[in-house]
């Protein structure tokens, strides 16, 4: 593949069946572009996980997937109110999610570490009240 694909996504935190649409269809794009199951699998996980995310903590926000020589990068974007211990928050079972969250199954806290469990490489950028920048890369050959 010599050219760069990037395909963006908006996603509405107002709507908790429409969180996941943004992965299935990048799941979509990356067969069709004849990528390799696990390589669709590792980064259609970690883009749902962060999709839910930017649902339940931040009122929703942007996602972007760019496809390049060797690796997809997905960047999500929100203006939430920020993760105020980044460290904290990647702890396995964490979370701050509400009860009528958890109510509907999400919030277990396994979002963030998900997402560093199918990448290749993950940054948190966030800013309490300004909102969370994640970039996350899954390579392949």
Request: charged fraction near 25%; aromatic fraction near 8%; glycine fraction near 12%.
């Amino acid at each position: 593949m010599n050219d760069t694909l990037v395909f963006h996504f908006e996603v509405d935190g107002e709507d908790f069946t429409s969180a996941g649409q943004a992965s299935v269809q990048i799941k979509k794009n990356l067969r069709q572009l004849g990528m390799s199951p696990e390589v669709i699998r590792r980064v259609s996980i970690a883009m749902y996980e962060g999709e839910i995310n930017m649902v339940i903590h931040a009122g929703g926000g942007h996602a972007t997937v760019t496809i390049e020589e060797g690796y997809i990068e997905i960047k999500l974007e929100d203006k939430g109110p920020g993760i105020k211990d980044i460290e904290m928050a990647m702890m396995e079972g964490y979370s701050t999610a509400p009860d009528n969250v958890r109510s509907l199954g999400f919030g277990a806290g396994m979002g963030l570490p998900n997402m560093k469990r199918y990448t290749d490489f993950m940054t948190i950028e966030s800013e309490v009240g300004a909102g969370t920048t994640v970039t996350m890369r899954v390579n392949y050959a």
